[in-house]
């Protein structure tokens, strides 16, 4: 007979290293609190964080303990949840005011309800006798607690969640999608997780299953909640990394071409160490490899490529397997680099300038773009392509019959 796991156990190792990826993450990103675009999750973040440790028994203790109140500890839980819940939902409507124009009252709402709910959370636990607080049940006084707990979860979950199913759909970042999906699951997860601690607090001996149920509710919301705020808050490093990794892989064809056309050379290329160590300005320095390519592939063309150099291009295109476009757009690129590298003097021809690449290089198609020159780099190197610029006739005589 197989043993049986002890879920709860494996609940807390779990929940311990998601942890740790919260707080690196929180460290990581501290950066963060500059931009006004990325300080919701971080806020999240920082919730998610300072409730792991005041949720800990021996936390809650030393908090009853320094200040000498019953169940000050369960207080202080209660008001980083309700600071958590507050935090999402203004997460929310930051990402929604993205796109769409967002009422005063709304951007003010997570706020203004989270200070509020915190008002009447102290008030209540005021009010309550020790006894009757955060009990099983809600008795006396504290029955008010648990309309307005109840009420304010479900505004601040049901908010939340509308708002990151509707733009989760239509993330175009992958990490992004995967990010405001999870949080869309995580705050869903929030209101059975509420329906059954209304059922509990109002229900006498209810049935266990409905323990364990809010239990995996809560505990779903956490997760999904945690690892959609953690992506959310790496995206940015991630992508700039990506872009990073891209002008490495095209660094050896802008060389290229550079060293061709030093005419059009504003800043000497730096070296390689300092290329490798540049992490600054990601997107920026991709988008700006990707036009100093294509700059001196222009350049190459208007000066030095004829219209016989290209129907000479195309027919040793035709002769052989892949693609032709790509094939004959680099024969005629490296003959004129050639040409340009051994100082031979422009003309100006006028040639037609269907050979050039096709132009890909948009936000949404950069991966496309960057992968297309870097397979134009490899035509570039084949030794079909430098024969052809090996054995093409003289330029006098190739732009002779133009």
């Known amino acids: 007979m197989r043993p049986v796991l002890d879920a709860p156990d494996l609940v807390e190792k779990a929940r311990g290293v998601l942890l740790l990826v919260v707080w690196a993450v929180l460290i990581l990103r501290i950066p963060a609190l500059w931009q006004p675009r990325r300080r919701p999750v971080w806020c999240v973040l920082v919730a998610l964080a300072l409730g792991s440790l005041v949720i800990q028994a021996t936390v809650g203790q030393w908090i009853d303990g320094t200040t000498g109140i019953a169940k000050a500890g369960e207080l202080a839980v209660a008001l980083v949840a309700l600071t958590d819940f507050a935090a999402v939902w203004w997460f929310a409507i930051r990402l929604h005011t993205a796109g769409y124009s967002v009422p005063a009252w709304l951007r003010r709402a997570p706020w203004v309800s989270g200070a509020t709910m915190a008002a009447l959370a102290l008030f209540f636990f005021a009010v309550t006798p020790a006894a009757e607080r955060f009990g099983e049940q809600a008795r006396g006084g504290w029955t008010g607690y648990m309309i307005a707990w109840i009420a304010y979860g479900l505004v601040t979950a049901v908010g939340a969640g509308a708002l990151f199913w509707k733009h989760g759909l239509t993330m175009r970042s992958p990490v992004l999608r995967v990010s405001v ?22 229900t006498p001996d209810s049935a266990p299953e409905l323990a364990v149920t809010g239990f ?187």
């Open 216 to 402: 995996w509710c809560s505990f779903a919301r956490f997760v999904l909640v945690a690892l959609g705020c953690s992506l959310a808050a790496l995206e940015p490093p991630m992508k700039a990394l990506l872009h990073w990794h891209r002008r490495q892989r095209l660094r050896g064809l802008w060389l290229l071409l550079r060293e061709a056309t030093p005419e059009l050379v504003v800043v000497p290329p730096p070296s390689r160490g300092a290329d490798l160590l540049d992490l600054s300005h990601a997107w920026e320095q991709l988008h700006q490899r990707v036009i100093d390519i294509r700059d001196s592939i222009t350049y190459l063309h208007d000066g030095w490529a004829s219209p016989r150099l290209l129907e000479e291009a195309r027919r040793c295109a035709a002769r052989g397997p892949g693609s032709r476009r790509l094939t004959a757009t680099a024969c005629w690129i490296e003959a004129t680099r050639r040409e340009a590298r051994a100082g031979v003097p422009k003309r100006h021809l006028g040639a037609d300038k269907g050979l050039l690449p096709q132009v890909l290089a948009d936000d949404s198609t950069m991966c496309r773009e960057v992968a297309h020159l870097l397979r134009l780099h490899r035509a570039l190197r084949s030794r079909r392509v430098r024969d052809f610029a090996d054995d093409v006739r003289p330029y006098a005589s190739l732009s002779a019959g133009r």
């Open 181 to 202: 999906l999870a949080l869309a699951l995580g705050t869903s997860a929030e209101v059975p997780y509420l329906v059954v601690r209304t059922i509990r607090w109002i």
